[in-house]
């Protein structure tokens, strides 16, 4: 049984960092997509980013240039490294990893970011 599990959010003034980390269980870690999504109240859940098996990153448009992200196969995480932290950034954060036949999301985990 696959289980998502994320950690290392919270509330931070704007312009300060956050580091959120996913902790994956099960196997076939190592060949799926992993990535990190989030949702602010009253939008749609929008991409992050993510990382591929073969280490293809991409970002969504609003957080380039300020985000991170990084997977560790040996540990079996992902981590989203936040900085330059805006208001907008705010929403509930989800951990993601998916391939072929698989699709698995944690349970999400709240970024406050204040003005």
């Known amino acids: 049984q696959v289980q998502l599990v994320e950690s290392g959010g919270g509330l931070v003034q704007a312009g300060g960092s956050l580091n959120l980390s996913c902790q994956s269980s099960g196997s076939g870690w190592s060949s799926n997509v992993m990535g990190w999504y989030r949702q602010a109240p009253g939008k749609q859940r929008e991409l992050v980013a993510r990382?591929?098996?073969?280490?293809?990153?991409d970002y969504g448009d609003s957080v380039k240039g300020r985000f991170t992200i990084s997977r560790d196969n040996a540990k079996n995480t992902v981590d989203l490294q936040m900085n330059s932290l805006k208001p907008e950034d705010t929403g509930v954060y989800y951990c993601r990893r998916w391939g072929v036949t698989a699709d698995y999301w944690g349970q999400g985990i709240q970024v406050i970011v204040s003005s």
């Open positions: 990382v591929t098996s073969g280490g293809t990153i």
